[in-house]
């Protein structure tokens, strides 16, 4: 496998978080993106640079350049490895940006129970993305 160009650090017990980055890893062909749940026993030790409190509150992504990279920025670089930026390209946009960024941030805060209206789990404990 070649160097992933972006690694997602995300939430393991979220149920639609779960559900996006199993899509995004059976639209990930050429396996760019390593996806990484902050809910891993090791996960302190193999990424200590990442705050899991921060990273539990909103998404986190690495670029392979090193850089770090949140929210929808994360969800923009993911969706461009996988040859789709072009869906969310708006959401990134000046003024929309502004907004989608404040709605990110809701969803985010209130993803367990918006994941328990949709899929009637708000958590659970044997996710996986495979």
Not at 23 to 44: M, S, T, V
Not at 105 to 130: M, P, V, W, Y
């Amino acid at each position: 496998m070649s160097q992933p160009q972006l690694i997602i650090f995300y939430d393991g017990g979220c149920p639609l978080c779960i559900k996006e980055m199993r899509h995004l890893k059976k639209l990930d062909a050429g396996q760019k993106i390593q996806f990484e749940n902050i809910n891993e026993d090791d996960f302190n030790r193999r990424f200590p640079e990442v705050n899991i409190e921060k990273a539990n509150a909103y998404l986190h992504g690495r670029l392979d350049s090193g850089e770090m990279v949140y929210g929808l920025d994360v969800t923009h670089a993911a969706w461009s490895q996988v040859g789709k930026g072009w869906c969310i390209a708006p959401l990134r946009w000046p003024v929309i940006g502004w907004f989608a960024d404040k709605a990110y941030l809701f969803f985010a805060r209130h993803r367990n129970r918006i994941s328990k209206l949709l899929t009637g789990e708000a958590r659970c404990s044997q996710c996986s993305i495979d």
